[in-house]
């Protein structure tokens, strides 16, 4: 394992820079991650776990000691090192929570987070208990996008182990899903230390069954136990692991909505088939009141992971809620009949008239929603919103529901006639039939075609933008860059909350999911909502972004509105490029004034959230306001670019880039807004020209702000390669900015101070080229040169001999860690000695000057440096 800890004392040092840390010596020393369980990373604020394949959005917090939630946004550090290093718990995540996924030849190492882990563990306990008992284990329910596939590959992991004589059915409700979650186990098998098997029929089940009396993981779906009544066993050890088929229907009197038949409940028929069998649900939705028979075979909720705590969590975003069904102008009577049909369509024993009257319902509301002029409606309008709103989010990925597989040709058609060109960008995923018009075909293709479509749309780069579906992919499909789902399907209850977490994956950049509802889905949300706990009701119970996203983006923009208070931009949406440039750089000028210092840190704050809530509820605000949006934005992005870029490296092209494509976004503009004239010049201390540039600038903040943070950068540079520079331009900048701080320097004065220095630090890196020194062996020139007595004693070419000497000594007496071992240390300390003895270096300058080597050799031993110099083509000593 390795910890990455940055200290909480350092300036604009984050996790963030511990989780680059992390990255750079996986990549710089592979071998010391060889048996890694996992790395651990923080600045003491948040501190977070991930493994060697985590990226950035998958490092967790652990928020629990005991497996008790804490309603924290973070927790402490201690919650996390208590919770997760008992060595009874260390041991066991190491031994049953940590798995390697296969995905497409790569493998992926997952830990579990907090939530899997202690869930997992009771659902263990209440496995020994039902298995002993009445064969109820529970219902285990964690949200959608939680993790809940892989905490039924840590339950049955545990199972294989506790229990090595069972054997595991898992059970599905639909063919796609089966194949899902097979493949999930698949992926897993070496954890497992078996091999799983798929099930083709009722009777193939039976067969593996009655072929081990121990062992195995079969897989199923739960239709195929009405292929007959056959009884298949009456082993005890037996475990049968349902995802969301425990909602298949227990009476003997229930209609298939699909054939409008009479039919015995489907968990009914695969309990008598497994009498003895003990039982767990898993769902990552509520169980409802019509679903109460479900407790009488599974039993009681074994742990509840809900959406609030998910959120809190990072293990899942915010999904809201856009209406659009006025777009396509739909008679409101059809809207309001259809949502209270297909909410009756969720109840058992529904009768033959209710029957009846939602056949003809649903074949009235197809010819509507069917009609050419309907679909010419809902795809340009869906074309609109897209292009102008959302094709920008994230990767600009996609889904359409379609009413169902005539419809969703329909939209497909009318969408290559007004985009002829996006032929690779739009695709329709649903199952082929025989009886599908020959032209379909191709459009359709098979199931190894749409295995490639899956590919295509899962990877965030792929051709392939937005997905037409209609049951497919609606659940149990994973695509953590999609952000937008547009709704032209009745869904109900649970029905309707799987497939609206399609977009509630994590990803970088992804503020939350917009669902678009262009049928009227509004009242089946709330209604599904009344089963989930109260805190969910109470944060999601109403995802309208009218009501959500739109509310904080006034509150943060009329923010950034008072924290700019005083500069005039209100011409900012009518002028031209150039005046645009200046007012975006005055307001940074402005901000970036002494006695703006708290107005900056809320601006910033604000900007940022702001931002996040536009990226959701942009559709709703007027083109002026985006073009606010857009100025506020440029203003911070530049902040940031000033503040992200220390020595150099900063281009003026990069940041006019960075604008330019954040204001493409709300601004309509013909030319380009050029923030820095001279595009190629890259910000550095070292030009001249630039320096003379920056004298001239009449923003005086915003020129006090670049020159601060490029010296900044090079002095933090030196902290590795040169600690006596380092020390002595930091007190030089220290000292000048202080003065600065105090009034006791004008912004001229301040800039004239700060270029004075930065060519203090040209002349410093000049010297050691004038004297032939490479920059190790002028770190080290300096070490020697800084005692005041020793300074006049020996010439320039004496200093030299001995430096060159030293630097070569010192690299062959260098042995890993060296600095770390004490023998090694005072080896070293000997030979530094006896070279100062052989150059007759005054004594009363040798402790002095022995630190300093010291110190300089310890920054040095440092990995990044080295790597850094390694990288350069260097020959790093240390």
Request: hydrophobic content about 35%; some cysteine; charged content about 30%.
């Amino acid at each position: 394992m390795v910890i990455e800890l940055k200290s909480p004392s350092e300036e604009d040092v984050t996790v963030h820079d511990a989780y680059l840390q992390m990255r750079n010596y996986q990549l710089k020393a592979p071998d010391l991650f060889t048996y890694n369980a996992f790395n651990v990373i923080s600045d003491m604020l948040l501190t977070l776990a991930g493994t060697i394949t985590s990226d950035e959005e998958r490092y967790m917090q652990w928020k629990s000691v005991d497996g008790v939630y804490e309603d924290k946004e973070k927790v402490d550090y201690l919650t996390f090192f208590n919770g997760i290093f008992p060595k009874k718990r260390f041991l066991d995540i190491l031994r049953n929570y940590i798995c390697f996924d296969h995905k497409e030849g790569k493998p992926v190492k997952i830990l579990a987070g907090y939530h899997q882990y202690f869930a997992v563990n009771r659902a263990l306990k209440c496995t020994y208990d039902a298995v002993n008992g009445d064969g109820k284990i529970g219902v285990f329910w964690h949200t959608q996008g939680s993790g809940k596939s892989l905490s039924m590959v840590f339950l049955a992991r545990l199972i294989g182990r506790h229990f090595p004589e069972s054997t595991i059915v898992v059970v599905t409700d639909r063919n796609d899903l089966d194949d899902q979650l097979y493949g999930q186990f698949s992926r897993c098998a070496d954890f497992l230390r078996q091999m799983p098997q798929q099930a083709g029929s009722k009777a193939e089940l039976g067969d593996l069954l009655r072929d081990r009396e121990a062992g195995g993981i079969f897989f199923t779906t739960i239709q195929k136990f009405e292929e007959d009544t056959r009884f298949l066993s009456d082993r005890r050890n037996i475990i049968v692991m349902t995802d969301e088929a425990h909602r298949s229907q227990y009476g003997d009197t229930t209609y298939d909505i699909h054939t409008w038949s009479t039919k015995k409940g489907y968990a009914r028929l695969m309990r008598d088939a497994l009498p003895n069998a003990s039982f767990i649900g898993f769902t990552g939705t509520p169980i409802s009141d019509r679903d109460r028979d479900t407790q009488e075979v599974f039993g009681n909720y074994i742990d509840i992971y809900d959406m609030t705590q998910s959120v809190r969590d990072h293990a899942t975003v915010r999904v809201y809620y856009e209406s659009r069904a006025m777009k396509l102008k739909l008679d409101q009577t059809v809207l309001e009949e259809l949502d209270a049909e297909f909410i009756n369509l969720d109840d058992a024993g529904i009768t033959d008239m209710q029957v009846e009257k939602t056949k003809r319902n649903l074949s009235r509301l197809e010819a509507v929603l069917g009609a050419e002029q309907t679909i010419d409606s809902l795809v340009k309008d869906i074309l609109y919103h897209y292009t102008a709103f959302r094709q920008d989010q994230v990767s600009g990925k996609a889904m359409i529901v379609a009413f169902n597989r005539e419809i969703a040709m329909k939209i497909y058609y009318r969408m290559m006639e007004l985009r002829p060109d996006w032929t690779n960008k739009v695709k329709v995923v649903m199952t082929g039939s025989n009886k599908d018009p020959e032209e379909w075909h191709p459009i359709v293709g098979n199931e190894s075609y749409r295995k490639e479509l899956a590919k295509e749309f899962k990877s965030e780069n792929g051709e392939m933008k937005i997905a037409i579906v209609v049951d497919m992919w609606l659940t149990g499909f994973d695509v953590p860059s999609l952000s937008t789902m547009y709704v032209y399907k009745p869904m109900s209850g649970h029905n309707l909350m799987q497939a609206i977490a399609r977009v509630n994956r994590v990803f970088p950049e992804k503020e939350g999911g917009l669902v678009v509802d262009y049928i009227g889905i509004a009242q089946a949300l709330k209604q599904a909502m009344k089963q989930y706990t109260d805190r969910d009701k109470k944060q999601f119970g109403d995802p309208d972004i009218a009501k959500t996203a739109l509310l904080t983006f006034k509150e943060k923009y009329e923010i950034c509105e008072d924290c700019l208070h005083g500069f005039d931009y209100a011409a900012f949406p009518n002028s031209t490029d150039a005046k645009k440039a200046e007012l975006i750089r005055g307001a940074v000028n402005f901000l970036c004034a002494l006695n703006k210092q708290e107005q900056r840190a809320d601006f910033m704050k604000n900007c940022a959230l702001m931002h996040n809530a536009v990226t959701l509820c942009r559709s709703l605000l007027s083109n002026e306001q985006l073009q606010f949006v857009a100025f506020f934005d440029a203003v911070r992005v530049l902040l940031l670019k000033f503040e992200a870029h220390g020595q150099g490296g900063a281009k003026a092209k990069e940041i006019n880039e960075r604008i330019k494509n954040l204001l493409a976004q709300s601004v309509q503009s013909d030319g380009v807004v050029e923030l820095f004239n001279d595009k190629e010049r890259e910000f550095s201390l070292f030009d001249e020209s630039f320096l003379e540039d920056i004298k001239q600038m009449k923003e005086k903040n915003l020129a006090v702000e670049i020159l601060k943070k490029l010296i900044k950068g090079v002095i933090g540079g030196y902290k590795h390669t040169n600690v006596v520079q380092s020390q002595k331009f930091s007190d030089l900048l220290s000292e000048s900015l202080s003065a600065y701080l105090k009034g006791m320097l004008s912004n001229e004065e301040v800039i004239e101070e700060l270029i004075r220095l930065a060519k203090q630090i040209k002349e410093s890196e000049q010297a050691g080229n004038d004297l032939g020194l490479t920059k190790e062996e002028k770190a080290f020139y300096d070490a020697l040169t800084q005692p005041e007595m020793v300074r006049k004693a020996y010439s320039d070419e004496e200093f030299v001999a001995l430096t060159k000497e030293l630097t070569e000594e010192l690299r062959k007496n260098r042995t890993i860690d060296w600095n770390k071992r004490e023998s090694a240390r005072a080896q070293m300390r000997v030979m530094i000695k006896r070279l100062l003895k052989k150059y007759n270096y005054p004594p009363e300058g040798q402790e002095q000057a022995l630190e300093i080597v010291m110190e300089q050799c310890n920054q040095w031993a440092d990995q990044e440096y080295y790597d850094s110099i390694a990288e350069s083509g260097g020959r790093p000593i240390f």
